[in-house]
């Protein structure tokens, strides 16, 4: 008995792990999570609808019950930041997540790797591709290296770029790629093709999708292939849009209620006409059918079927383009110099021939096809000739007029349903009313008996996904979303919120009314709402590194896109006109600003004790004042008169290149620097310098010369000091003291006192040897003292005004006939002793060594003017007289001196 008992406990327990696990299980539920991008403000041409297709993926997500986030117009480091934050959510959320990327844009394929810019990219040549944009292999490896369930992503950027012209252009669209297991990848366009630019608010894909979400009961396969089917029906076949998945676990994004409408087409009639023969259908159905099953072989099987139709020009277009990707898919994982000959020979022109010829040159091989290599094999045969007219270009586009396709027929309802009547012309939406925020589009309500799968986890705070089918709120939501951009447009106010789920701002009074509106937006990443953060924080003058506003779109003060100027508010003034007033420094509570730390109050702590160019200050007699009242207003010393509202401001009187007001006023300068300038009886007011006052030597004004302080000194402008020598005249003494100093010799007293000397002109000082003559003696005395022999003691007089006027002249020798003669070398060793020093140490001592010192530097090599070349003649040394040396007498051994 006690044995059953504990069998029947252990049961008991076994039980209620099992239902606790499953509670836990049911209670965890499917995670959905949702990152979405749209950039459209690139530099090089703007995209209209990327941003809008954007917010339409995103809204209709997360009436799915994604937990979306989502941005517009990022840079690179935005992001991959802001993917990388969101990648961390999906590692956390489990291994049952649903995954789903939407990004909208400019896609470009560069060597195999497709890649997503950010509208900071700047593509000049086909190497800044893997530099400037995201490559998608960095968004599909991280996510096949998760355990979740279902990866979707969805690039709608096969478009045309503006990229400037190459000389080796990269092949238009995107390459054709292989997904992961358990991903979906999904082209807005098959590979080597690109989509026309939408010109409705909403690009033809995006809706095309959203419309396919909300259909409720579809499966993957179904939503994507409709969605093919519908953007070649609206864009007239100019787009074919491409997915491949290798997802095996079912998923649908909305359930069908079992009273729902019964469709139009059954899943058994459906499921029948994609095994059926492409032959067993008329001419306008096989093609579509080959256009629902989108390969290679069922376009081929059409062309069998109808080689005459006029399809059969489009589905040969369609399949060329599909041929070369494989064609180029499979020489890009051989990537071996063979591969590429292999390619170049079926496509010499193709759009893939410079992408092959650049590998190529990184394997330092021929860049053309040699005649004997080994030709890999491919999946697919060589393109018959009439295939090479489609991709022997770097783009292909289905609406060339060059090739005049004909329309395609309209869709039979076997294969595609016609859209919801509220779905087919979408409003477009609200311009975004803050940086980074996707658009919020007008929400379309689902009908009642589509509803998101009970097993999944309701995302956080998502009036949508809650309201789906309540018209109520909905119309209200929509309503205050196009009042408040309109409101923000008109009257921005006052008591901005920020709030921390979305990143978005809200006023004073959207806690009530305005909360739905506020969490039917899409959440901005945590990184951007940072960014967006310190964007609203910063003045206007310092948000740099932001991104303009979109041409077109109104500028919401406050709330504009980044990089944009902020428009200052104007406060109206008690008259009802806009004031112009200016804030000044401390106004409004701010602080004043700081120099060495302190507050510069009226430029006392400023550096030097100088002012900078001020408007309102300006440089007068009776002091600096201070401007007040409406900019613009010139406050000259005449305070409390109504005329100073009409005047303008003037620019100062500046001396010696500065402002009159810096610090002293010029007048005090001038008399600290010219003590004798200025006289008290006439108001230490100088007169005006003449050319007649710096020749007769005054430094500036005499002090008896004084102007009378009239009401003409008042009108008097600053000039320029007169400057002798690069100085100025009144800080330095005259040239004629300089002169009388350097050279008295040259002045007698006799004419220090006259008259006449102030009517002289100055004269060029000469020169000795390129140096002026008054820093040394002078000419005559420097001449005199090395030739003493040659002046006579009749010329020694003084210096008279004719003998300044008399010329020195050139001594003759001894054959001429003035003057006696000179012994120039005997005269040199008398007037110049020591200039053989060297010579005369050696001959006393012999035994030493003269150190010279070494000089460090290169002697200067001076490069004077030429001095005229003289012929020197030696005169005959004359043999002097050797006198008689008296002997010496009176010492031991020398006889007696004679007395």
């Not at 759009?351 to 091989?365: S, T």
């Not at 939406?429 to 589009?441: A, C, G, H, K, N």
């Not at 008399?671 to 006052?693: E, I, M, V, W, Y």
């Not at 007037?831 to 530097?857: D, G, K, T």
Request: hydrophobic share 35%; with cysteine.
């Amino acid at each position: 008995m006690r044995t059953l008992q504990k069998l029947l406990g252990l049961v008991v327990v076994l039980i209620f792990f099992a239902v606790s696990s499953a509670t836990g299980a049911l209670a965890q539920g499917e995670k959905r999570l949702a990152f979405v991008m749209g950039n459209g403000a690139y530099k090089t041409g703007e995209l209209a609808t990327a941003a809008n297709d954007a917010g339409l993926i995103a809204q209709t997500l997360q009436a799915a019950g994604f937990d979306v986030v989502g941005a517009r117009d990022v840079d690179q480091d935005s992001l991959r930041g802001a993917f990388r934050d969101f990648m961390g959510k999906v590692s956390a959320a489990g291994p049952d997540a649903i995954v789903f990327v939407y990004l909208a844009g400019h896609g470009v394929q560069f060597e195999g790797e497709n890649y997503f810019l950010p509208v900071d990219a700047q593509i000049a040549n086909p190497n800044d591709v893997p530099l400037q944009a995201m490559r998608l292999s960095d968004i599909t490896k991280p996510l096949s290296g998760l355990s979740t369930k279902v990866n979707i992503v969805v690039l709608d950027a096969a478009r045309p770029n503006a990229f400037p012209k190459m000389s080796q252009p990269l092949a238009g669209g995107l390459a054709l790629v292989d997904p992961d297991p358990n991903m979906l990848i999904a082209f807005n366009a098959a590979p080597g093709t690109v989509a026309p630019e939408g010109k409705g608010p909403y690009g033809a894909y995006a809706q095309a999708l959203a419309e396919m979400i909300r259909e409720g009961g579809l499966s993957l396969d179904e939503v994507f292939d409709r969605t093919r089917l519908r953007v070649n029906e609206v864009t007239q076949g100019a787009e074919v849009p491409w997915n491949a998945s290798k997802i095996t676990t079912p998923f649908i994004f909305f359930d069908r209620a079992a009273d729902a409408p019964a469709p139009k087409v059954s899943e058994a009639e459906s499921r029948s006409n994609r095994t059926r023969a492409i032959r067993d259908f008329n001419a306008h159905d096989a093609y579509v059918a080959a256009l629902d099953r989108d390969t290679l072989s069922g376009y081929q099987e059409f062309l069998v079927a109808y080689p005459h139709d006029p399809m059969a020009k489009r589905v040969r277009a369609i399949i060329a383009a599909r041929r070369e990707a494989i064609t180029w898919r499979e020489t890009w994982l051989q990537d071996t110099p063979e591969a590429y000959w292999s390619y170049l020979e079926r496509y010499p022109h193709g759009p893939h021939a410079w992408d092959a010829r650049r590998r190529l040159e990184h394997f330092d091989a021929a860049l053309e096809p040699p005649e004997e290599f080994t030709v890999i094999v491919y999946d697919v045969p060589p393109p018959p000739e009439e295939e090479i007219i489609y991709v022997d270009r770097p783009v292909l586009y289905f609406d060339d007029p060059d090739f005049d396709f004909e329309p395609p027929p309209p869709i039979a309802v076997i294969f595609l349903p016609p859209p919801p009547p509220d779905f087919v012309v979408l409003e477009p939406p609200p311009p975004p009313i803050d940086i980074f925020v996707l658009p919020t589009p007008v929400f379309v309500p689902i009908p009642v008996f589509i509803n998101p799968p009970r097993h999944i986890v309701r995302p956080p705070n998502d009036i949508i996904f809650n309201n789906i089918h309540n018209t109520t709120v909905i119309n209200n939501i929509n309503t205050t979303i196009k009042n408040e951009t309109i409101n923000q447009a008109v009257q921005p106010s006052a008591g901005v919120q920020v709030d921390r789920s979305t990143g978005q701002k809200t006023t004073g009074g959207a806690v009530g009314a305005r909360a739905d509106a506020m969490a039917a937006k899409v959440a901005l990443p945590p990184l951007l709402q940072k960014r967006a953060a310190k964007f609203r924080q910063a003045p206007s003058n310092q948000q740099q590194g932001a991104l303009p506003p979109k041409p077109g779109q109104r500028v919401i003060q406050g709330q504009q896109q980044p990089g944009a100027a902020t428009p200052q508010p104007e406060t109206p003034s008690r008259t009802g006109k806009l004031s112009t007033d200016h804030a000044l420094p401390g106004a409004n509570g701010k602080r004043l600003p700081l120099v060495n730390g302190k507050p510069a109050l009226d430029g006392q702590n400023l550096p030097g004790n100088k002012l900078r160019k001020q408007p309102g200050r300006q440089g007068i007699p009776g002091g600096n004042q201070e401007a007040t009242g409406n900019a613009g207003a010139a406050v000259t010393g005449e305070q409390g008169t109504g005329q100073r509202k009409g005047k303008k401001l003037r620019k100062l009187p500046t001396v010696n290149g500065m402002p009159a007001d810096n610090g002293q006023n010029a007048q005090e300068k001038f008399r600290q620097n010219n003590p004798k300038a200025l006289s008290d009886r006439n108001n230490g007011k100088p007169r005006k310098l003449t050319r007649k006052d710096l020749s007769a030597g005054q430094s500036v004004v005499e002090p008896n010369d004084q102007g009378s302080a009239g009401a003409r000194e008042k009108g008097r402008k600053f000039r320029k000091l007169p400057a002798v020598n690069g100085m100025p005249a009144e800080s330095r003494p005259s040239v004629r003291e300089r002169f009388r100093r350097n050279n008295p010799d040259v002045f007698s007293d006799e004419n220090q006192g006259s008259a006449n000397a102030k009517n002289r002109k100055f004269r060029r000082l000469p020169t000795v040897n390129g140096e002026p003559a008054d820093n040394e003696p002078s000419i005559q005395k420097r001449l005199r003292r090395n030739n003493p022999t040659v002046f006579s003691d009749e010329n020694q007089g003084s210096v008279s005004g004719n003998d300044r006027r008399k010329m020195l002249r050139r001594l003759q020798n001894e054959e001429g006939t003035a003057g006696p003669e000179v012994n120039v070398q005997r005269n040199f060793k008398v007037n110049r002793p020591h200039e053989n020093a060297q010579r005369q140490f050696r001959q006393e001592r012999p035994n030493e060594q003269v150190l010279r010192p070494q000089r460090s530097e290169p002697r200067p090599e001076f490069r004077a003017q030429p001095r005229p070349q003289m012929q020197e003649r030696r005169l005959p040394q004359q043999q002097q007289p050797q006198l008689k040396r008296k002997p010496s007498c009176g010492q031991e051994g020398e006889p007696a001196c004679n007395q």
